[in-house]
């Protein structure tokens, strides 16, 4: 008889945690519970989650004795923090929560600032040989002149503390540029755009060494040109894998982590764009394709032999991107066997209750904003 492992997830309240308890739920072996800071998220309504519970977010030493509790009275086996927040916090607090209880795989804090600090990851490129954008971080007016006399257009603006594509603006000439300029009053990145198209990779390593990985190409925008993709490729990539084994070698990386990379037509190679050093929205889509990263630091955390090293090319589609496909095209919502076995529509047919959670609020906002 299989013994079932209880895992805690202190984030529920997170962009990507329903996806990762969907994964997590493939496996069958797993007690998932869950912690908030809203009375209500999506998560709370999955059939999946065996407990939710609650709190007020206190400072960080309350939180770690919440934590604490949880862990001793649920007989927690693993922590798993989703999100960068949570993540970070998990880093800087690992040695008080409580030994009972493991906690997967983490980087150092030094290496985890540096991948999700934009200015600091381009740095860090440029030392270590990592191909990536030419990039320039302007903060005053001398930073501003030094910029116009190097750069090439057109550029991309980055603003440091927006994820996801939020926020980036792509600038043709030095005459709009200027008057972008003119109206900035805070710190942003310049990137010089590069000609070609997005590939990511998501990986699971240990002391910098890659164990798991996917790569995938996205083939269905978002709401904008730099959203995230609705529908992906999953392939395989030597180049694209290189240069993230060669990334997470540099940082001695721990943990997971989603690299956004692109293809450079004129250079005709590969270059790091960004990390997201935490679990991503594509994540089921890795699962469909045999790598179950949930699943797979959980295992790391527990001292336990990885077993799924390789992954199939499959085409996967987010649940957006079922739902944009249909309204174009509505003969779509008759392909059964594609929508089960290459899309989100499987786990919502399975578990829907957190997607229509989500689809209220979402018609709650709207009418908020009439």
Not at 1 to 11: F, H, K, S, Y
Not at 172 to 200: M, R
Not at 224 to 250: I, R
Not at 323 to 328: A, E, Q, S, V
């Amino acid at each position: 008889m299989t013994v079932r492992q209880n895992i805690l997830i202190p984030d529920g309240d997170s962009t990507w945690a329903l996806s990762v308890i969907q994964c997590l739920a493939q496996v069958k072996k797993y007690n998932i519970f869950v912690l908030s800071n809203k009375k209500r998220t999506a998560t709370k309504f999955s059939k999946y989650t065996s407990y939710y519970q609650f709190y007020e977010r206190p400072d960080d030493s309350g939180w770690v004795d919440i934590i604490n509790s949880e862990i001793e009275k649920n007989a927690i086996s693993v922590v798993l923090p989703i999100a960068e927040q949570e993540i970070l916090f998990t880093i800087k607090n690992k040695d008080e929560i409580s030994s009972l209880a493991k906690i997967i795989p983490l980087p150092g804090l030094k290496d985890f600032e540096i991948a999700i600090d934009k200015n600091k990851l381009s740095e860090f490129s440029r030392s270590h040989g990592i191909p990536h954008p030419n990039s320039f971080f302007i903060a005053s007016e001398t930073d501003k002149q030094e910029v116009l006399s190097q750069i090439q257009f057109p550029i991309l603006i980055k603003p440091l503390d927006l994820k996801g594509g939020d926020g980036i603006k792509k600038i043709n000439s030095e005459e709009k540029f200027q008057k972008y300029l003119k109206k900035a009053n805070h710190p942003i990145l310049v990137q010089e755009y590069i000609e070609g198209y997005d590939i990511d990779c998501s990986v699971l390593c240990l002391d910098g060494k890659v164990l798991s990985h996917t790569i995938q190409k996205g083939n269905l925008k978002g709401h904008s040109a730099f959203a995230p993709q609705l529908a992906f490729d999953f392939l395989q990539n030597d180049e694209v894998l290189d240069v993230a084994k060669l990334t997470m070698f540099k940082l001695n990386w721990s943990g997971i982590a989603h690299l956004d990379l692109r293809y450079d037509a004129k250079t005709k190679d590969y270059k790091l764009i960004e990390i997201n050093a935490r679990f991503w929205g594509s994540i089921e889509g890795s699962m469909f394709a045999g790598i179950n990263f949930p699943h797979n630091v959980i295992q790391l955390a527990l001292n336990q032999e990885l077993v799924d090293d390789d992954y199939k090319a499959i085409h996967h589609m987010r649940f957006k991107g079922v739902l944009k496909t249909i309204k174009r095209n509505p003969l779509f919502v008759f392909r059964r066997k594609y929508l089960m076995n290459n899309t989100e529509a499987r786990s919502f047919f399975k578990d829907p209750l957190p997607t229509l959670y989500k689809f209220r609020e979402w018609l709650g906002r709207r009418f908020d904003s009439i």
